[in-house]
């Protein structure tokens, strides 16, 4: 039997995974709600790219999908800058007793320790009133510095330290918001964005840090920060706008989870708006961008992961890998006990009823 599921947000990351929905063998789309009024009314599937209508029209009211009394709603709403009004939703989806995966809030991807406590009992409360359970998932954070490093440490005797790195160009990166709100890229080296703030990084990426040492079975003392910033020689263009001459252009942080002062877990960006750039700084696996772990230890490990797709760049394959892992964890969700689930305590999630033949189309409802 299928699972019925509604979905919240359609822009980078949730158009993606609408039509991951849509084309899934053992889902059931049940509504559609989004917060920009020219979609309203829009079919879904026009919504994600797809030909096939599905005669489910979007709306704007989130009692509306929850009206269709769905199993679970997939959440990729904007949470970077609207971070309680995502917890406040997910909150309130919960209490309706309707299990959610999503990819924001990211606070909620590990919230203990980094999520004040009014917020988290807020939410922990809803689940267990409502019986139901959250996922909160992506690729970094998520599985690029979850899953992945702690498949790897499974297999070490010692280690001394566990080093997640996203290395990418962000030129085709096709989000403003993100790109010059809360990054500050194209802005005065004067300006201190959203995202480097003080604590914002560790708000972050603090959930990974801590559930990664969680699973390592470590316990972090304090979470650091420190990042470098490099300004446009000259001006030049991005899928998102304009950089102006002196504006950011690269950006490398670190997030360290230190443990008597060593840093055990690392989680290091290192974000180009140019390939020329920062030569000195470390290059990815493959042109444009991926993903590496790094394992100190016995034995040692460096592991590249190097998403593609055979419709965009890296940035888009990385999009896309970020919706199929929300999408495929829905069963395991539904399937879970209430309250806030990790990678931790679910099950191992796969790609079960994906395989599609070379050349055939994928199934459409």
Same mark, same amino acid.
């Given at each position: 039997m299928s699972l019925r599921v509604a979905h919240v947000g359609t822009g980078n990351v949730g158009r993606l995974a609408l039509a991951g929905i849509i084309t899934h063998p053992e889902l059931e789309l049940a509504g559609v709600c989004v917060s920009t009024e020219s979609k309203v009314g829009k079919d879904a599937a026009e919504l994600a790219g797809l030909d096939l209508p599905t005669g489910i029209a979007a709306v704007a009211s989130l009692d509306e999908v929850l009206a269709t009394r769905p199993d679970c *709603? *997939?959440?990729? #709403?904007?949470? /970077?800058?609207? +971070?309680? $009004? !995502? =917890? $406040? /939703?997910?909150?309130? =989806?919960?209490? !309706?007793? *309707?299990?959610? *995966?999503?990819? #924001?809030?990211? +606070?909620?991807?590990?919230p203990w320790g980094v999520l004040p406590r009014k917020y988290l009992a807020g939410v922990e409360e809803a689940a267990a009133q409502g019986a139901a359970s959250l996922f909160v998932t992506g690729v970094d954070p998520g599985f690029a510095n979850d899953l992945i490093p702690l498949a790897f440490a499974s297999t070490c005797q010692r280690i001394e330290q566990v080093r997640c790195m996203e290395i990418a160009d962000y030129a085709t990166y096709d989000g403003s918001t993100v790109m010059f709100d809360v990054m500050g890229f194209g802005r005065s080296l004067d300006e201190v964005p959203m995202l480097l703030q003080p604590g914002v990084l560790s708000i972050a990426w603090g959930p990974a840090v801590r559930q990664l040492a969680t699973g390592l079975g470590i316990t972090v003392d304090e979470i650091t920060e420190t990042y470098e910033r490099v300004p446009a020689a000259e001006a030049f263009d991005i899928a998102a706008g304009a950089i102006a001459r002196g504006g950011l252009a690269a950006l490398r942080f670190e997030v360290r989870g230190l443990v008597n002062g060593y840093p055990a877990i690392v989680i290091e960006h290192v974000t180009r708006l140019r390939e020329d750039l920062c030569p000195d700084w470390p290059r990815p696996a493959q042109p444009g961008g991926s993903y590496r772990v790094e394992i100190t230890g016995e034995p040692s490990y460096s592991v590249d992961i190097c998403p593609t797709s055979r419709v965009g760049d890296h940035n888009h394959a990385a999009i896309v890998a970020a919706a199929g892992r929300i999408v495929n964890a829905i069963p395991a969700v539904v399937a879970a006990a209430p309250g806030i689930r990790t990678t931790l305590d679910l099950p191992f999630i796969t790609g079960k009823g994906l395989f599609t033949a070379p050349n055939a189309s994928p199934r459409a409802r």
């Open positions: *709603v *997939v959440y990729c #709403a904007m949470g /970077d800058t609207r +971070l309680h $009004e !995502a =917890i $406040e /939703d997910c909150r309130r =989806i919960l209490a !309706a007793g *309707v299990n959610v *995966v999503g990819s #924001a809030p990211g +606070l909620l991807q590990y």
